[in-house]
């Protein structure tokens, strides 16, 4: 067995057309305010962090994630507006519905009991849903250049996720879709 661990993380990915939307913002961060580490993932919400798991152990994961979800209904997702958190980022608003919160709690329950998999930020953050369009290279001058432009732009889209998403991180320093598992509850 083989001591190779990989970075994962599990979201909730919107439909293409969001997608497409979200990466046309990501692009004009881009070429407005140099800021492109928004495209090392594709457009999502982040349900359970970035953790590490044993690549010779995927099938418990996969299994995991897979009970998890056939006991979850399709989750309503609502985005409104923008927000920030200051000083270096800028993402789409994911509003708070009871069903998001809830699949999240249950997720990040089930990962820690079923297969001991913690968020240490967890215990001092609280769950702040968000699709992420400039960060981490968006400087702090260019921040304070662009959040009133943002601040006040209308965006509202409405949808269901109707599958947990498995992301992984590849040796390029990039994210991809590893699995999905269908909520069929």
Same mark, same amino acid.
């Given at each position: 067995? +083989? ?17 497409? %939307?979200?990466?046309?913002?990501? #692009?004009?961060?881009? #070429?407005?305010?140099?800021?492109? !580490? ?7 919400? =982040?349900? /359970? ?10 099938? =418990?994961?996969?299994?995991?994630? +897979?009970?998890?979800?056939?006991? /979850? ?5 609502? *985005? $409104?507006?923008?927000?920030?958190? $200051?000083? $270096?980022?800028? %993402?789409?608003?994911?509003?708070? =519905?009871?069903?998001?919160?809830? @699949?999240? #709690?249950? *997720?990040?329950? +089930? ?7 913690? +968020? ?13 369009? !400039? %960060? ?8 304070? !250049? ?5 601040? #006040? ?13 498995? *992301? @992984? ?7 991809? @879709? ?8």
């Amino acid at each position: 067995m +083989s001591n190779d661990n990989q970075l994962f993380f599990i979201a909730l990915l919107p439909p293409q057309e969001v997608q497409e %939307y979200a990466n046309n913002i990501k #692009q004009y961060f881009a #070429q407005n305010y140099h800021s492109q !580490a928004a495209f090392k993932a594709p457009p999502h919400i =982040t349900l /359970q962090p970035p953790f590490k798991w044993q690549v010779d152990d995927m099938p =418990t994961l996969e299994q995991s994630l +897979s009970n998890f979800a056939k006991n /979850q209904n399709p989750v309503p997702i609502i *985005l $409104k507006g923008f927000g920030a958190f $200051k000083p $270096k980022v800028i %993402y789409i608003n994911v509003i708070k =519905t009871p069903e998001l919160m809830m @699949v999240q #709690q249950y *997720l990040m329950k +089930s990962l820690e009991e079923s297969l001991g998999i913690l +968020s240490p930020d967890s215990e001092e953050r609280s769950f702040s849903p968000h699709i992420t369009v !400039a %960060y981490r290279d968006l400087t702090k001058d260019n921040f304070r !250049a662009a959040w009133p432009e943002f601040k #006040q732009r209308e965006l509202e889209f409405r949808f269901t996720v109707s599958q947990l998403t498995l *992301l @992984v991180h590849d040796r390029e320093k990039r994210w991809n @879709v590893k699995m999905e598992f269908p909520f069929v509850f």
